[in-house]
């Protein structure tokens, strides 16, 4: 897939760099695993940078928002903002609209089977769960693509209608009892519980938590499944695919004739916007924004958060033409299944095959406290060096 656009000069240039990069860069936030910053942060208390760092590089605990909360939003944002350009380009090959349907139900069954691989590794049976990036994706891709062939502002409609009635189903389920034991749905005592209308959104008392209890025990597991340890939901990938209809939307303005830089104020407008109708919602408890469940306050708060980031790596890369810098996230974003099946399966053999075969003790080489740092630094750069072997040779993993 080439995608055409043209830079502040009118130049055509062959590749929307600025995809890719941002691709790459959220790929490498995920490969990092966080840099062991949150174990250095422990361990220099004081220290107001590494506080700030450690809690960037993690999930927060429920409302709220951090970097590393953004990189499922930011990719399947850009699964969104790609389908246009995928769709032309197929269509300029000869392929019709059965045979490029025919393709979306093949990979939104490979992304969801992925998904429940990945999830399966350390098991000793196949984990049915579907909760992963890449499941969350596949579950709406096929109906991502029907939505593709629609007009811009019944796209938008769509995204509304799905973020409105997620909302509703939520709100007019009933909250649990008083007196209730929260203890038996695996929510501690001490957990910042929502008050008010917002407690709609509470950890493994709402709506979608109550379907998993009936729907995942349809598949054979060692246990049967009462709750998800970190609230996580098989039917956020509803409003997920809001947010792929986001970036599709995002997409199909970037394939316009609209003046580049008209272009980079559209999305900063657009994104800011996001982000204050997104806190609005939060601070009065009509939609708190909850990454974990993908709340309908979530799907505004973060497409706010990817159309700002976009905007930022289009203008810089592809209408002021810097690309030079964005070349590490561009080896990563030409790769992203890669980057993210190999972070997933082989992180750890990396990490155990230098204390193998350099010493056992490698990763302490700058004393316990950088430990973490180390581990996950070493294995983030050869993960990024198989990439740049792949892209130097034009192998590229697609789905």
Known sequence: MTPKTENAQGNPISRLVSLDAYRGFVMLLMASEGLGLSKLARSFPQNQLLQFLSYQTDHVEWVGCSLWDLIQPSFSFMVGVAIPYSIASRIAKGDGFGKLLGHAIW????????????????SSMT????????????????????????????????????????????????????????????????????????????????????FDTWFLNLFHRPKEFSYNG????????IPTLATMIAGLLAGGYLRTQAEP??????????????????????????????????????VVFSAGWCCVLLA?????????????????LVVVGMNSIAMYCMAHLIGGFIAHSFEIHISSHFFQTFGDAFSRTFVDGTVLLVLWSILLWMYRRKIFLKI
């Not at 992925?114 to 399966?120: E, I, K, P």
């Not at 038996?184 to 957990?191: C, I, L, Q, R, Y």
């Not at 930022?312 to 590490?328: L, N, S, T």
Request: aromatic share 20%.
């Open 230 to 237: 970190g609230g996580y939901l098989t039917l956020s990938f």
């Open 261 to 298: 830089m008209k272009k980079v104020w559209r999305f900063a407008t657009v994104g800011v916007s996001c982000l204050v109708l997104g806190w609005v919602l939060n601070k009065t408890g009509v939609a708190p924004v909850v990454k974990r469940i993908w709340t309908p306050g979530w």
């Open 107 to 122: 990979r939104s069954l490979l992304l969801v089977l992925l998904g429940v691989f990945l999830r399966s590794t350390n």
């Open 127 to 210: 984990n049915w769960t579907f909760e992963d990036t890449l499941s969350q994706i596949g579950l709406g891709y096929t109906f991502l693509f029907l939505v593709a062939w629609m007009k811009p502002r019944t796209q938008f409609v769509v995204g509304c209608l799905i973020v409105f009635g997620y909302w509703l189903a939520f709100a007019l389920f009933p909250l649990p009892s008083p007196g209730f034991d929260y203890a038996t749905v695996g929510v501690p005592a001490d957990f910042p519980h929502l008050q008010g209308f917002a407690a709609h959104w509470d950890k493994n008392t709402n709506l979608a938590a109550a």
């Open 312 to 328: 930022f790596f289009y203008a810089v890369i592809d209408v002021k033409g810097y690309q030079k810098w964005a070349f590490p």
